[in-house]
């Protein structure tokens, strides 16, 4: 089975940062593309930051230049540097993986979220 647990989440002033990390473990052949998102009360889930197996990134407008996605693939694990937050940073965020595994067909694995708020 394919776990994705993020942590990192937690209660910073506006200006203030986070740094979100998720773990993928299980049987795990390869992992192609990592990303957040988020999600705020009464709001559809969102991208906020992508980043595939061969480096290529993609960024919400909202977060361009403040939030950074990398990845450590020793360790299966996906980073979200948040800087300059804001109070519309406010949101729950997961991260998923396109995970193949050792045995079974290629999916999309989702973790089960970490919370951020950002205070004025």
């Known amino acids: 089975q394919v776990q994705l647990v993020e942590s990192g989440g937690g209660l910073v002033q506006a200006g203030g940062s986070l740094r979100l990390s998720c773990a993928a473990s299980g049987s795990i052949l390869s992992i192609n593309a990592m990303g957040w998102y988020r999600q705020a009360p009464g709001k559809q889930r969102e991208l906020v930051a992508a980043l595939t197996g061969r480096g290529s990134t993609n960024y919400a407008d909202s977060v361009k230049g403040r939030f950074t996605i990398s990845r450590d693939n020793a360790k299966n694990t996906v980073y979200l540097q948040m800087d300059s937050l804001k109070p519309e940073d406010t949101a729950v965020y997961h991260c998923?993986?396109?995970?193949?595994?050792?045995?079974?067909?290629?999916?999309?694995?989702w973790g089960q979220g970490t919370q951020v708020t950002v205070s004025s």
């Open positions: 998923n993986a396109d995970v193949l595994p050792r045995s079974g067909l290629r999916n999309v694995y």
